[in-house]
């Protein structure tokens, strides 16, 4: 009598299991937006430093004020290049937006705002990435929705750009506005 070996079965298990995965996977409301663990919780701590001759972004400046927008960028990211125009809009409309360099250099970061205007009240700059981990973010450019009392509302990853910020995160701006 032939035996099975397991060898011959864990094959075909492994295919199943990575099979059923992808599909709860593909079965989320929105597949292309990740949970925020950050979302609903107090704004995590900001990097300490600025970038020179600008307005340091403290934790203070995200509590006892208006709604604040917090857009992680870097220099060297083209999709971040690509949102620049609508941070400026969001700044001219009277938003608060603040900005967090990170995985930059100083150099690099003064000289695109330089060349391209600095839409932020006030700047963070974390060249390590230290702060964007406990922000939770994945990836250049992500923006976040923070109220009044420092907690973070939403979440959204990707370029503030086309029918995406006009759908998802515009919506999303709008909200927390009546809400204050």
């Given at each position: 009598?032939?035996?099975?070996?397991?060898?011959?079965?864990?094959?075909?298990?492994?295919?199943?299991a990575?099979?059923?995965l992808?599909?709860?996977?593909?079965?989320?409301?929105?597949?292309?937006?990740?949970?925020s663990?950050?979302?609903?919780?107090?704004?995590?701590?900001?990097?300490?430093?600025?970038?020179?001759?600008?307005?340091?972004?403290?934790?203070?400046?995200?509590?006892?004020?208006?709604?604040?927008?917090?857009?992680?960028?870097?220099?060297?990211?083209?999709?971040?290049?690509?949102?620049?125009?609508?941070?400026?809009?969001?700044?001219?409309?009277?938003?608060?937006?603040?900005?967090?360099?990170?995985?930059?250099?100083?150099?690099?970061?003064?000289?695109?705002?330089?060349?391209?205007?600095?839409?932020?009240?006030?700047?963070?700059?974390?060249?390590?990435?230290?702060?964007?981990?406990d922000?939770?973010?994945?990836?250049?450019?992500?923006?976040?929705?923070?109220?009044?009392?420092?907690?973070?509302?939403?979440?959204?990853?990707?370029?503030?750009?086309?029918?995406?910020?006009?759908?998802?995160?515009?919506?999303?701006?709008?909200?927390?506005?009546?809400?204050?």
């Amino acid at each position: 009598m032939s035996r099975i070996s397991p060898l011959m079965i864990a094959p075909p298990l492994i295919f199943v299991a990575i099979a059923v995965l992808f599909y709860l996977g593909m079965q989320r409301e929105d597949p292309n937006s990740f949970e925020s663990v950050i979302v609903g919780r107090k704004a995590p701590p900001l990097p300490e430093d600025g970038l020179p001759g600008r307005p340091v972004l403290t934790a203070d400046d995200l509590r006892g004020n208006d709604l604040t927008v917090v857009n992680f960028w870097a220099s060297w990211c083209p999709p971040c290049r690509a949102e620049h125009p609508t941070l400026e809009a969001l700044s001219e409309e009277g938003f608060r937006v603040a900005g967090v360099n990170f995985k930059d250099t100083l150099d690099q970061a003064d000289q695109y705002l330089e060349g391209e205007g600095d839409p932020f009240f006030a700047h963070g700059f974390d060249p390590k990435g230290r702060a964007a981990l406990d922000w939770g973010v994945t990836a250049p450019p992500e923006t976040f929705i923070v109220d009044a009392e420092g907690t973070v509302l939403f979440r959204f990853a990707g370029p503030l750009v086309g029918s995406d910020y006009e759908q998802r995160f515009r919506p999303a701006l709008e909200e927390a506005l009546g809400a204050q």
